[in-house]
């Protein structure tokens, strides 16, 4: 089977011959390169089906392990709740914030940190603004359509292959 950068060259060669033939094709070389031209297609759809499904495999499995994981660090999450009522129960009865089993030591940490109130307002001070500038491409394409000129932007044409 031809590989596709000898069907891209061998176009070249297949049109200088029927322009050369006066359109004719004595050779066959038209649909020889048809033929190859249609093999290479259907060969390049069966090996992107079968990478996409290998694709859709690990999408699959990528879901499986992330849900995996969450139900993970949920339980650690579980435990280290429990672990802490433990600790506190035994501050209460003790007065000690920390557990010494020899092996491991467990203690109490404190921390500090805001609760915000759902739906609560505050004055300008406690506010911060987060703006995301981006270039509004939509908004290009339309003035280029409209005639506009604009430095920096131009409107191309893509290309791609869909298989049917």
Known sequence: MATWIDIVQSAGRVAAELESNGGEDPDGLLDQFIEDCDHKIEAYFAVIES?????????????RIKDRRQTLEAEIERL??????????????????????????????TSEAVRVDEGAEFAPEYMREHIRISVDKIAIKAAIKAGKTIDGAKLIQNESIRFT
């Open 80 to 109: 280290k709740v429990n672990a802490l009522e433990i600790m506190r129960a035994h501050r209460d009865v003790t007065s000690d914030k920390r557990i010494n089993t020899g092996r491991i030591t467990a203690s109490i940490g």
């Open 51 to 63: 990478i996409k499904n290998r694709a859709d495999l690990l999408k699959k499995e990528e879901r």
